[in-house]
């Protein structure tokens, strides 16, 4: 079966089904319904080999740093959902964390198995090497606050995300609020990393509130290993911090463990709050206040984005969520002891 077929069983040309197979711009809902009762009826299934032959792969590959962040998980179904329709499918690869070698080897897998574009999330590698590769491939970038004029941004505004958290533990009559950051060693990018900008959030709004003396950063890493690793050395300062803002719900995870371990309790002792507002994050037992940045809308942005780029559009997207705060019981006044 072949999109002749379909084009005649239709009676229309093998341009407008084409179109309604790609879900390109400017197909009217009828033209897309009267295709695909004929693609349902014929059981036309579109040859991706032959796709790739005439110059596409309808592949999309998707760089993340770790599979471990529960958050990006959000971020696949948005983007898997936005791009069903399409006939495009997700291809994933790990980069290795904050290994620039290692983040290049899987951008040149993905290049090399020639898809149509690219989702980046969490890059480290520098924004001349990001460019380089959108020249070639459509491109977007999730989670750096660069400004670039041939990838796309899709991003959360951590600025805005980092002050709710403060400002609500210093609401509840916090002082000692300690924060697990992002451990970043690469230089020349730092002003453009999420977890920069969420740090010095929290140092400017604890200076503001006449906190300076109380700042505690600990820079491990955004995962459980590094939230425990993190709240420990926080922990072990005298006096302890009477709460904990972790960069990220994987980092917060791992403080919890770390607090319960230290025979404290949540947040009796230490109230524990996170930031990616991952589904875990409110189950019943975890009950994690978070920085909610809808992983779904920005997958689904950013697979808007990827099409729009692959179907020709050439000029620079910026997308950013304002997020907003959830608390659930993990965050509490400080008790008078």
Request: hydrophobic residues 40%; glycine residues 8%; charged residues 20%.
């Amino acid at each position: 079966m072949t999109i002749t077929d379909v084009a005649r069983h239709a009676q229309v040309s093998t341009t407008a089904v084409s179109k309604v197979v790609r879900n390109a711009y400017g197909v009217s809902e009828a033209m897309r319904v009267k295709v695909q009762a004929a693609i349902d009826e014929l059981g036309y299934r579109p040859h991706h080999a032959a796709r790739a032959m005439r110059g596409r792969t309808f592949t999309i590959g998707v760089l993340l740093p770790h599979i471990r962040n529960p958050f990006f998980a959000d971020i696949l179904d948005g983007l898997t959902e936005e791009i069903s329709a399409s006939g495009y499918q997700a291809i994933m690869v790990q980069s290795g964390g904050q290994d620039p070698a290692a983040e290049r080897r899987a951008g040149d897998a993905l290049v090399d198995r020639q898809v149509d574009g690219i989702l980046w999330v969490a890059p480290c590698c520098a924004k001349a090497q990001l460019e380089q590769l959108a020249r070639d491939t459509p491109t977007v970038v999730l989670g750096r606050h660069d400004r670039s004029a041939v990838y796309d941004c899709v991003l959360d505004d951590d600025e805005v995300g980092a002050e709710l958290v403060v400002e609500h533990l210093i609401a509840l009559g916090h002082r000692r609020i300690g924060h697990i950051t992002q451990k970043d060693d690469l230089p020349g990018r730092a002003a453009a990393l999420l977890q920069t900008i969420r740090a010095r959030t929290y140092e400017r709004v604890m200076t503001e509130h006449g906190l300076a003396a109380h700042i505690a950063v600990a820079a491990t890493s955004y995962s459980e290993e590094g939230g425990y690793e993190g709240a420990r050395q926080l922990l072990a300062r005298d006096p302890r911090p009477t709460a904990i803002f972790a960069g990220a719900d994987g980092a917060a995870f791992g403080a919890l463990a770390a607090v319960h371990e230290a025979g404290l309790t949540v947040p009796g002792d230490v109230s524990v709050a996170g930031y990616d507002n991952a589904r875990m994050s409110g189950l019943a037992h975890i009950a994690l206040t978070s920085v909610d940045q809808d992983g779904a809308v920005m997958g689904k942005t950013a697979g808007r984005l990827l099409l729009e780029r692959i179907d020709g559009r050439t000029s620079a997207v910026r997308f950013s969520v304002t997020p907003t705060l959830v608390t659930r019981r993990s965050t509490a006044p400080p008790s008078r002891s």
